[in-house]
């Protein structure tokens, strides 16, 4: 499975995927750094991969409707520091092994994960 990296998230992020044997990019290593969201889809979708993000409008199923794409996760915190954030990943990271994100939506927060289905 693969994944991209929003870019406000830190790159970080795509090292932890990569170590557990997970594609991953970053919206920046791509030069999609300030583009809108629906450019930042239409990318991910190109490349089948699973956006992973904190932007909240990437939650909206009307906008995004699960059977649509190749999987979107938001990642949900109260505080957003890149140490809560990495351990918010490694947690996320836990979960596909037992569950993979293609096609549905994701909502991890620190002590849960909702999926929303195709």
């Given amino acids: ?16 995927l990569r170590s557990a044997d997970f594609g ?8 999609l750094s300030g583009a809108d969201d629906t450019a930042i889809a239409r990318s991910v979708w190109a490349e089948g991969r699973v956006l992973i993000t ?14 649509t794409h190749s999987g979107i996760i938001v990642l949900r915190l109260k505080r957003q520091d890149k140490h809560a954030v ?6 996320m990271i836990s979960a596909l092994k037992t569950r993979l994100p293609a096609g549905d939506l994701w909502i991890v927060e620190p002590d849960r994960i909702r999926f929303r289905a195709q």
């Fill in 86 to 91: 990495l351990g918010l990943v490694v947690r």
């Fill in 1 to 16: 499975m693969n994944f991209k990296i929003d870019e406000n998230l830190p790159a970080e992020c795509a090292a932890l």
């Fill in 54 to 67: 904190l932007d909240l409008d990437f939650a909206n199923i009307q906008a995004y409707p699960p059977a």
């Fill in 24 to 31: 991953a990019d970053t919206v920046a290593e791509e030069k």
